[in-house]
Nanobody, 124 residues
Framework: QVQLVESGGGLVQAGGSLRLSCVASGRTFSRNTMAWFRQAPGKEREFVAAIDWVGGTTYNAVSVKGRFTISRDNAKNTVHLQMSSLKPDDTAVYYC?????????????????WGQGTQVTVSS
């Protein structure tokens, strides 16, 4: 089992920045692929960014490329999502997710473990 706890959400004006963090506990964190997904009201959960267990390969949704950066610190069992140039369309609950090795790092169904989510609200 892996337990995931997100933090760092909040209210920010358009153009601003936030940094989300996710602390993992339980099974060996360093071997997991980690990701961030988000879900806006009335919409399906969608992929945002993912990072492999080494931290050398990252994946980003087209909608956030160039604005969001995912990173991880295996020594602290933590994954971060640095969000810049935020837009009102980025408003959603952001979820941290973990899985083992996967060939589908952008797929919701590939992830076994999920956090409770943290709310991000971007005002115009």
């Amino acid at each position: 089992q892996v337990q995931l706890v997100e933090s760092g959400g909040g209210l920010v004006q358009a153009g601003g920045s936030l940094r989300l963090s996710c602390v993992a506990s339980g099974r060996t964190f360093s071997r997991n692929t980690m990701a961030w997904f988000r879900q806006a009201p009335g919409k399906e959960r969608e992929f945002v960014a993912a990072i492999d267990w080494v931290g050398g390969t990252t994946y980003n949704a087209v909608s956030v490329k160039g604005r969001f950066t995912i990173s991880r610190d295996n020594a602290k069992n933590t994954v971060h999502l640095q969000m810049s140039s935020l837009k009102p369309d980025d408003t959603a609950v952001y979820y941290c997710a973990a899985t083992g090795l996967t060939l589908r790092p952008i797929s919701t169904g590939a992830y076994n473990y999920w956090g409770q989510g943290t709310q991000v609200t971007v005002s115009s």
